[in-house]
């Protein structure tokens, strides 16, 4: 990170982590591997990539005492996205590029993310454009499956008809399908649950 921050990186998580087949290394291949090594995980805009990679390869790349490698990969989605809500910036960036946020409101309540489910920003991202998803997270161990946490989302912030409708559809966008059958699931959501009336019938109960 000493590195990384002066060529633009804001800060990093660090991974404290063991090799594992580094005796199948040693006899097999004929070089060794540390049995114990940090990974250090940079999220960065695309402009900045390239200078952070560098700084980090010229102070701790293959040519250096430390022989570390420096690896990108694209962020196409985003598990939880909570902290998310406080950088207005980052905000814009993932409402342009439609980039999910898997968000689990059961398991946020659980571990005091939030205070109760009433304060989750679900709701607000959604407002601003972002492409935010119920779901849950090991259900049997935060006792919520996703059911569960659709119903309380709703509940704890009193979604409209529309609100609900979009975050179906969100999840058909994040999913997996393929783009015909997401086509065919979006009629199919539709069909269940109709644009809102004039008068919100989803504020009576869910």
């Known amino acids: 990170m000493a590195a990384a921050r002066p060529a633009g990186a804001a800060g990093g998580t660090v991974l404290h982590?063991?090799?594992?087949?580094?005796?199948?290394?040693?006899?097999?291949?004929?070089?060794?591997?540390?049995?114990?090594?940090?990974?250090?995980?940079i999220l960065t805009r695309a402009e900045s990539k390239l200078a952070i990679m560098q700084a980090i390869c010229d102070?701790?790349?293959l040519q250096s005492e430390a022989q570390g490698i420096v690896l990108s990969l694209p962020?196409?989605?985003?598990?939880?996205?909570?902290?998310?809500?406080?950088?207005?910036?980052?905000?814009?960036?993932?409402?342009?590029?439609?980039?999910?946020?898997?968000m689990c409101p059961i398991s946020n309540l659980r571990l005091k993310v939030v205070p109760d489910l009433a304060?989750?920003?679900?709701?607000?991202?959604?407002?601003q454009g972002l492409c935010v998803t119920v779901n849950s997270d090991d259900p049997a161990y935060f006792l919520g499956y996703a059911s569960d946490n659709w119903a309380a989302v709703c509940r704890a912030l009193r979604l409209t008809r529309a609100e609900i409708l979009q975050l179906a559809l969100?999840?058909?966008?994040?999913?997996?399908?393929?783009?015909?059958?997401?086509?065919?699931?979006?009629?199919?959501?539709?069909?269940?649950?109709?644009?809102?009336?004039?008068?919100?019938?989803?504020?009576?109960?869910?």
């Open 17 to 41: 982590s063991r090799r594992v087949g580094a005796e199948e290394a040693l006899s097999q291949w004929g070089f060794s591997l540390q049995e114990e090594k940090e990974a250090v995980m």
């Open 119 to 127: 304060a989750h920003p679900l709701k607000r991202m959604l407002a």
């Open 170 to 206: 969100n999840g058909v966008e994040a999913s997996f399908l393929s783009d015909e059958r997401k086509a065919a699931l979006r009629q199919e959501v539709i069909a269940a649950l109709p644009a809102p009336p004039d008068r919100d019938p989803a504020r009576r109960g869910i």
């Open 59 to 61: 102070s701790c790349g």
């Open 75 to 102: 962020v196409d989605r985003i598990d939880h996205g909570n902290a998310a809500a406080e950088d207005p910036a980052l905000l814009r960036i993932l409402a342009e590029r439609r980039i999910p946020l898997t």
